[in-house]
C-alpha cells in the first residue's frame, strides 16, 4: 500500500512582498521601518501599525519587478536524451535573466470606532496567480529567486490601541496547500518484427489511458502578530522615540503527487518467441515543497525630530535552518509485477540534495525619512504634505555549504529603497472628502559577486561547465512601483 508522508505546515507567504517587503511606504524603506507610521499594507509586514492610521484608507498600486543575474556558461547536460553524457550532447546553455513578476496591490483598511483597525493586504501577478516550479539541483539555479515571487499573497488583520502609547495588531497571512493524484494505464503491443526498410513503430504500437486525475488547492493561514510602543507618548523627555517588534510562523506549499499506474505489455508473433505477457504496477508518493517560509522576528526603533526628520532601523531574524528546497523528491514506492517478484524493488530519487546546510540569517535595515508638511499646491488640492525616504540594508544569504553533486547559486545581498510621496487635499467629490496620496518607490537588490568553484570531473558531468570554469554569481534584481490612496 502507498505510504505517502503528510506534509505540515502547509503555509507560505511567496510573492514580491517576500522580497521587498509591502507597500510603497516599506519598499522605500527598503523593506524596514516597522516602528515608523504605516498604512493600510501593514497587514503583511506589522499588522500593529494598522492601529495607528488616523482614518479608514484604500491603496491601489501597481508594481514592476525584472531579474537579471550574471550569465551562466554552458554546462553539460543529456540533451540529446540518450542516457548517457558526453561529447555528443549539444551544451545547456543557461539563462541569467528570470521571468518578471510584475503585479497589482490593493490595501483596505477599515477604522473601527476610536482604537480598532480592520486592514486587508492583497497581491496578484500580472501573468498568473500562481506557478509551481521544482529545480534541478545539479544544474546552477539561483534557487531563492527563481520562482518565490511568482505567487499571490493575501492577508487579513486586526489592530487596537488599548492605551494612546500602545498599539498591538494580530493577523493571517492566506495561501495554500495542494493534493494531486493521477491514475493511468499505459498498454504497449509488439506484434512481428521489423522487415527490412521498416521500423519498429510499424509492429508496436503504445496507448496511455488516463483513468482519473484530481487536483485539490486547500486554503491555510499562517499567522503573524506584531506590537509598536510609542515610547515618547508615555515618558515626554524620550519624545518621539518608538520601538516595535512582529513575529511570523513557518511553513511551505506541499504539493501532495500520488501517481498509480500500470504497465501492461504485450509480444505475438516476433520472431521464434512465444506470446508472452506482463503487467506492471507501480505507486508513488512524490513530494513537491515549494515556497519554504521559515519562522521571523523583527525588531525595529525609529526617532521622530520636530523637524520633520525621521531615522530608523530593523532587524530581521530569520530561521533558514530548516529550510526545504522546492525539490522533486520520491518519497515512497511500491512496484509489483506478473513475471517476477518486485516487491523489494523501490524507486530511487536521484535528486540527492542531503549533503546541503543551511543558516540562520540576521540581516539590517536602516534609513531616513524626512516630511515637509504644507508644500504649496494649486488652490483647488488644498495644502499638501510631501515625504521623502530613503533605506539601506543588508541580507545575508542562508546557504551555508553544499555537495560537489548540486549547484545552487547565491550570496549576501546589498538593497537600496528610496520613495517619496505626495498627500493633498479632495480633487473629485464622488469620492468624498478625505485626502489623497501618491506614492512613487523602487528598490534594488544586489548580489555580491563571487563564484561558485567545483572539482574538475574525469569526464563531461551533468551540471558542470563545458570550459571547467567556476560558475559566476553576480547581478540582482528591482522593483519599481506607483500607488495612489484615499483616506475615506
Same mark, same amino acid.
Given at each position: 500500500m502507498l505510504i505517502l508522508a503528510l506534509l505540515t505546515g502547509g503555509l507560505a507567504i511567496a510573492s514580491p512582498a517576500d522580497h521587498f517587503g509591502f507597500g510603497a511606504k516599506t519598499v522605500g524603506r527598503a523593506g524596514g521601518g516597522w516602528a515608523l507610521?504605516?498604512?493600510?499594507?501593514?497587514?503583511?509586514?506589522?499588522?500593529?501599525?494598522?492601529?495607528?492610521?488616523?482614518?479608514?484608507e484604500l491603496q491601489l498600486g501597481y508594481s514592476v519587478t525584472r531579474f537579471q543575474f550574471a550569465e551562466l556558461p554552458p554546462v553539460y547536460w543529456d540533451t540529446n536524451q540518450d542516457g548517457i553524457i558526453d561529447g555528443t550532447d549539444t551544451p545547456l546553455d543557461m539563462n541569467g535573466a528570470y521571468d518578471r513578476a510584475d503585479g497589482t496591490s490593493?490595501?483596505?483598511?477599515?477604522?473601527?470606532?476610536?482604537?480598532?483597525?480592520?486592514?486587508?493586504?492583497?497581491?496578484?501577478?500580472?501573468?498568473?496567480?500562481?506557478?509551481?516550479?521544482?529545480?534541478?539541483?545539479?544544474?546552477p539555479?539561483?534557487?531563492m529567486y527563481r520562482n518565490r515571487a511568482h505567487r499571490y499573497a493575501m492577508a487579513m488583520a486586526l489592530a487596537v490601541a488599548p492605551t494612546r502609547d500602545l498599539e498591538l495588531g494580530a493577523g493571517v497571512q492566506v495561501i495554500s496547500r495542494s493534493v494531486l493524484k493521477a491514475t493511468l494505464?499505459?498498454?504497449?503491443v509488439v506484434e512481428g518484427s521489423p522487415s527490412d526498410g521498416s521500423s519498429v513503430s510499424?509492429?508496436?504500437?503504445?496507448?496511455?489511458?488516463?483513468?482519473?486525475?484530481?487536483?485539490?488547492?486547500?486554503?491555510?493561514?499562517?499567522?503573524?502578530?506584531?506590537?509598536?510602543?510609542?515610547?515618547?507618548?508615555?515618558?515626554?523627555?524620550?519624545?518621539?522615540?518608538?520601538?516595535?517588534?512582529?513575529?511570523?510562523?513557518?511553513?511551505?506549499?506541499?504539493?501532495?503527487?500520488?501517481?498509480?499506474?500500470?504497465?501492461?505489455?504485450?509480444?505475438?508473433?516476433?520472431?521464434?518467441?512465444?506470446?508472452?505477457?506482463?503487467?506492471?504496477?507501480?505507486?508513488?508518493?512524490?513530494?513537491?515543497?515549494?515556497h519554504y517560509i521559515p519562522n521571523q522576528f523583527q525588531a525595529g526603533i525609529a526617532y521622530s525630530f520636530d523637524n520633520g526628520l525621521s531615522l530608523f532601523g530593523d532587524l530581521i531574524h530569520t530561521r533558514w535552518a530548516a529550510l526545504q528546497l522546492n525539490v522533486?523528491?520520491?518519497l515512497d514506492s511500491e512496484v509489483q509485477a506478473t513475471l517476477a517478484d518486485v516487491s523489494d524493488l523501490k524507486l530511487q530519487d536521484g535528486n540527492d540534495i542531503s549533503g546541503i546546510l543551511f543558516r540562520n540569517t540576521t540581516s539590517a535595515r536602516a534609513g531616513l525619512e524626512y516630511q515637509r508638511a504644507d508644500v504649496r499646491l494649486p488652490e483647488r488640492l488644498g495644502p499638501g504634505q510631501l515625504t521623502g525616504r530613503i533605506g539601506f540594508g543588508f541580507e545575508p544569504s542562508p546557504?551555508?555549504?553544499?555537495?560537489?553533486?548540486?549547484?545552487?547559486?547565491? *550570496?549576501? !545581498? $546589498? %538593497?537600496? /529603497? &528610496?520613495?517619496?510621496?505626495?498627500?493633498?487635499?479632495?480633487?473629485? @467629490?464622488?469620492?468624498?472628502?478625505?485626502?489623497?496620496?501618491?506614492?512613487?518607490?523602487?528598490? *534594488?537588490? !544586489? $548580489? %555580491?559577486? /563571487? &563564484?561558485?568553484?567545483?572539482?574538475?570531473?574525469?569526464?563531461?558531468? @551533468?551540471?558542470?561547465?563545458?570550459?571547467?570554469?567556476?560558475?559566476?554569481?553576480?547581478?540582482?534584481?528591482?522593483?519599481a512601483g506607483l500607488s495612489w490612496s484615499l483616506d475615506y
Amino acid at each position: 500500500m502507498l505510504i505517502l508522508a503528510l506534509l505540515t505546515g502547509g503555509l507560505a507567504i511567496a510573492s514580491p512582498a517576500d522580497h521587498f517587503g509591502f507597500g510603497a511606504k516599506t519598499v522605500g524603506r527598503a523593506g524596514g521601518g516597522w516602528a515608523l507610521d504605516g498604512d493600510s499594507s501593514a497587514a503583511l509586514g506589522n499588522p500593529a501599525l494598522l492601529a495607528g492610521l488616523d482614518s479608514s484608507e484604500l491603496q491601489l498600486g501597481y508594481s514592476v519587478t525584472r531579474f537579471q543575474f550574471a550569465e551562466l556558461p554552458p554546462v553539460y547536460w543529456d540533451t540529446n536524451q540518450d542516457g548517457i553524457i558526453d561529447g555528443t550532447d549539444t551544451p545547456l546553455d543557461m539563462n541569467g535573466a528570470y521571468d518578471r513578476a510584475d503585479g497589482t496591490s490593493i490595501g483596505i483598511a477599515r477604522r473601527l470606532g476610536e482604537r480598532a483597525t480592520f486592514g486587508l493586504s492583497v497581491f496578484g501577478p500580472q501573468d498568473r496567480l500562481l506557478r509551481l516550479y521544482t529545480i534541478e539541483p545539479e544544474l546552477p539555479t539561483y534557487f531563492m529567486y527563481r520562482n518565490r515571487a511568482h505567487r499571490y499573497a493575501m492577508a487579513m488583520a486586526l489592530a487596537v490601541a488599548p492605551t494612546r502609547d500602545l498599539e498591538l495588531g494580530a493577523g493571517v497571512q492566506v495561501i495554500s496547500r495542494s493534493v494531486l493524484k493521477a491514475t493511468l494505464t499505459i498498454d504497449a503491443v509488439v506484434e512481428g518484427s521489423p522487415s527490412d526498410g521498416s521500423s519498429v513503430s510499424d509492429v508496436a504500437t503504445a496507448t496511455v489511458d488516463v483513468h482519473e486525475i484530481y487536483f485539490d488547492l486547500i486554503p491555510k493561514a499562517i499567522p503573524v502578530m506584531g506590537a509598536r510602543w510609542k515610547v515618547g507618548e508615555r515618558v515626554p523627555a524620550l519624545d518621539g522615540l518608538a520601538i516595535a517588534g512582529s513575529w511570523r510562523g513557518s511553513g511551505g506549499i506541499p504539493v501532495e503527487f500520488l501517481l498509480d499506474a500500470q504497465v501492461n505489455a504485450r509480444a505475438e508473433d516476433v520472431g521464434e518467441l512465444e506470446p508472452v505477457s506482463a503487467a506492471i504496477l507501480a505507486e508513488a508518493g512524490i513530494q513537491i515543497y515549494d515556497h519554504y517560509i521559515p519562522n521571523q522576528f523583527q525588531a525595529g526603533i525609529a526617532y521622530s525630530f520636530d523637524n520633520g526628520l525621521s531615522l530608523f532601523g530593523d532587524l530581521i531574524h530569520t530561521r533558514w535552518a530548516a529550510l526545504q528546497l522546492n525539490v522533486t523528491r520520491v518519497l515512497d514506492s511500491e512496484v509489483q509485477a506478473t513475471l517476477a517478484d518486485v516487491s523489494d524493488l523501490k524507486l530511487q530519487d536521484g535528486n540527492d540534495i542531503s549533503g546541503i546546510l543551511f543558516r540562520n540569517t540576521t540581516s539590517a535595515r536602516a534609513g531616513l525619512e524626512y516630511q515637509r508638511a504644507d508644500v504649496r499646491l494649486p488652490e483647488r488640492l488644498g495644502p499638501g504634505q510631501l515625504t521623502g525616504r530613503i533605506g539601506f540594508g543588508f541580507e545575508p544569504s542562508p546557504l551555508q555549504s553544499q555537495t560537489a553533486d548540486t549547484a545552487l547559486l547565491d *550570496s549576501d !545581498r $546589498l %538593497i537600496v /529603497g &528610496a520613495g517619496v510621496s505626495l498627500s493633498h487635499g479632495p480633487v473629485w @467629490a464622488a469620492l468624498g472628502d478625505g485626502d489623497m496620496g501618491w506614492n512613487l518607490s523602487v528598490q *534594488s537588490h !544586489r $548580489l %555580491i559577486d /563571487g &563564484a561558485l568553484a567545483r572539482r574538475t570531473p574525469d569526464g563531461p558531468t @551533468a551540471g558542470y561547465a563545458v570550459d571547467g570554469a567556476p560558475l559566476p554569481i553576480g547581478g540582482g534584481f528591482y522593483t519599481a512601483g506607483l500607488s495612489w490612496s484615499l483616506d475615506y
